[in-house]
């Protein structure tokens, strides 16, 4: 069974930055994708961003510009690097390990980190 376990969530002031982490029990290269989800109280999961195995990254319109996704293989962890927070982007903040031929929302799942953002 693969671990994934998020930390560096917090309380920040609008303007502010915070690094999540992520690490994961194997190799992240075995992976096909990481994904950093977030859900606010009363919403959907969403996806805010994508690592690929091999480097290709995506975000969400909403934090593009603002957040950042790396990884480091060595160390089986994945980051998000979120600068210029607003209250909206208060939420857990989930992280997922895709393996190759994953659907919907399989995958290995921690348990989340919390970010709120004050105005």
């Known amino acids: 069974q693969v671990q994934v376990v998020e930390s560096g969530g917090g309380l920040v002031q609008a303007g502010g930055s915070l690094r999540l982490s992520c690490a994961a029990s194997?190799?992240?290269?075995?992976?096909?994708?990481m994904d950093w989800y977030r859900q606010a109280p009363g919403k959907l999961r969403e996806l805010v961003a994508s690592?690929?195995?091999?480097?290709?990254?995506n975000y969400a319109e909403p934090v593009k510009g603002r957040f950042t996704i790396s990884k480091d293989n060595a160390k089986n962890t994945v980051y998000l690097q979120m600068n210029s927070l607003k209250p909206e982007d208060t939420a857990v903040y989930l992280c997922?390990?895709?393996?190759?031929?994953?659907?919907?929302?399989?995958?290995?799942w921690g348990q989340g980190t919390q970010v709120t953002v004050s105005s």
């Open positions: 997922r390990a895709r393996p190759p031929s994953t659907m919907g929302a399989g995958g290995y």
């Open positions: 194997k190799t992240i290269p075995s992976f096909y994708a």
């Open positions: 690592i690929l195995s091999g480097g290709y990254t």
